[in-house]
């Protein structure tokens, strides 16, 4: 049986001895603090985790492959310095049925040593494909070690907590939550009322896959989607955020449909939360059939961006006024998100 500590997977981006490769993941061509074009980084956290779960997918399954379910959260602690290698140290925390979760550390070694960010990724081993797909059994891994068993502990008390998380979006809000959205409401009604509705902070962009965009057969990268989004979103937040925008955690993506070469794609990305100096993105990927006859929501993303200055310092942002029922609800889960978020960077 295998233990956590023999799922190790790493990986480093010379950033700091590739110039050229450094000039790929700034934001600009300026030295500010945080130029790292953290949509890219998404995309290597998303191939980190599927080498390390196929790695040990296929001791077992040599044909079967692995796929991205759900990214459950990174929790980002210190900006990025583009100038300094970035490392990946990539674990297997759990092991159920069929499914993984793949914990990654990002760090910047040196002085200072900096811990980056915490990401969660659960990946799913699979088998076949089209109509032939099937998920694999996998053993499980032998907790040997206490702090195995405590990341294990974890990432069920995720699964769990997410679960719980889904049942509450369908419960009606708490007294708190109603009186906070009436006050919003009721601020509308003033002939004065200027602030900025939800309604309003949206953009949108299409794009269609080609061939060069694939990872497993007949798919597109599921980590290239994912960037896509969070660009888009990135963008989004600039509607709301006075100062500079940078990212300060991903509360949840899900992976719900494969995307296949040649589809069309609606990326749409909304605010539909802020708090002190928090804007909170909504961003859902919809994919529409080469031929038109199938249309479906790929992808759904919340991102957590932070409005700072040229020293990283916070500063508040304006309110946004829910409108609608719909505008209401996302309202509600994202200010529900991020107080899990905030309360992840407190206790990690």
């Given at each position: 049986?295998?233990?956590?500590?023999?799922?190790?997977?790493?990986?480093?981006?010379?950033?700091?001895?590739?110039?050229?490769?450094?000039?790929?993941?700034?934001?600009?061509?300026?030295?500010?603090?945080?130029?790292?074009?953290?949509?890219?980084?998404?995309?290597?956290?998303?191939?980190?985790?599927?080498?390390?779960?196929?790695?040990?997918?296929?001791?077992?399954?040599p044909d079967a492959r692995v796929v991205t379910a759900a990214i459950d959260n990174i929790v980002?602690?210190?900006?990025?310095?583009?100038?300094?290698?970035?490392?990946?140290?990539?674990?297997?925390?759990?092991?159920?049925?069929?499914?993984?979760?793949?914990?990654?550390?990002?760090?910047?070694?040196?002085?200072?040593?900096?811990?980056?960010?915490?990401?969660?990724?659960?990946?799913?081993?699979?088998?076949?494909?089209?109509?032939?797909?099937?998920?694999?059994?996998?053993?499980?891994?032998?907790?040997?070690?206490?702090?195995?068993?405590?990341?294990?502990?974890?990432?069920?008390?995720?699964?769990?907590?997410?679960?719980?998380?889904?049942?509450?979006?369908?419960?009606?809000?708490?007294?708190?939550?109603?009186?906070?959205?009436?006050?919003?409401?009721?601020?509308?009604?003033?002939?004065?009322?200027?602030?900025?509705?939800?309604?309003?902070?949206?953009?949108?962009?299409?794009?269609?896959?080609?061939?060069?965009?694939?990872?497993?057969?007949?798919?597109?990268?599921?980590?290239?989607?994912?960037?896509?989004?969070?660009?888009?979103?990135?963008?989004?937040?600039?509607?709301?955020?006075?100062?500079?925008?940078?990212?300060?955690?991903?509360?949840?993506?899900?992976?719900?449909?494969?995307?296949?070469?040649?589809?069309?794609?609606?990326?749409?990305?909304?605010?539909?939360?802020?708090?002190?100096?928090?804007?909170?993105?909504?961003?859902?990927?919809?994919?529409?059939?080469?031929?038109?006859?199938?249309?479906?929501?790929?992808?759904?993303?919340?991102?957590?961006?932070?409005?700072?200055?040229?020293?990283?310092?916070?500063?508040?942002?304006?309110?946004?006024?829910?409108?609608?029922?719909?505008?209401?609800?996302?309202?509600?889960?994202?200010?529900?998100?991020?107080?899990?978020?905030?309360?992840?960077?407190?206790?990690?």
């Amino acid at each position: 049986m295998t233990q956590p500590s023999e799922t190790v997977y790493h990986r480093t981006l010379s950033l700091g001895s590739d110039p050229a490769l450094r000039r790929r993941y700034m934001v600009v061509d300026e030295p500010i603090q945080g130029n790292m074009r953290f949509g890219l980084l998404l995309e290597i956290l998303d191939k980190v985790a599927e080498e390390a779960a196929l790695t040990y997918v296929n001791r077992f399954h040599p044909d079967a492959r692995v796929v991205t379910a759900a990214i459950d959260n990174i929790v980002v602690r210190h900006a990025v310095d583009v100038r300094r290698d970035l490392t990946f140290a990539a674990t297997i925390n759990h092991v159920g049925r069929s499914s993984l979760e793949v914990g990654i550390r990002v760090e910047q070694p040196g002085e200072p040593h900096l811990h980056i960010a915490s990401c969660y990724f659960t990946m799913v081993a699979r088998s076949g494909y089209g109509e032939n797909v099937v998920s694999v059994a996998l053993p499980p891994l032998d907790y040997a070690l206490p702090i195995e068993k405590r990341r294990a502990g974890k990432a069920l008390a995720r699964r769990e907590e997410y679960r719980h998380q889904q049942l509450a979006l369908r419960e009606p809000p708490s007294r708190d939550e109603y009186e906070l959205l009436t006050a919003l409401h009721q601020a509308q009604d003033d002939p004065a009322f200027c602030g900025s509705l939800c309604g309003r902070l949206v953009t949108d962009a299409w794009e269609r896959t080609y061939p060069d965009q694939e990872n497993v057969p007949f798919t597109i990268f599921g980590g290239y989607l994912i960037r896509r989004a969070f660009e888009l979103s990135s963008i989004c937040s600039e509607l709301v955020a006075p100062n500079r925008s940078i990212i300060a955690g991903v509360n949840r993506i899900n992976f719900f449909h494969p995307v296949r070469m040649g589809d069309k794609l609606h990326f749409t990305s909304r605010v539909v939360y802020t708090k002190d100096s928090y804007v909170c993105v909504e961003a859902g990927i919809e994919r529409i059939s080469r031929d038109r006859t199938a249309k479906a929501l790929s992808n759904s993303c919340l991102f957590t961006f932070a409005n700072v200055d040229a020293d990283l310092a916070h500063h508040p942002v304006p309110t946004v006024y829910p409108t609608t029922y719909a505008e209401d609800g996302r309202y509600l889960a994202a200010h529900r998100s991020l107080q899990t978020l905030l309360r992840h960077q407190r206790l990690i």
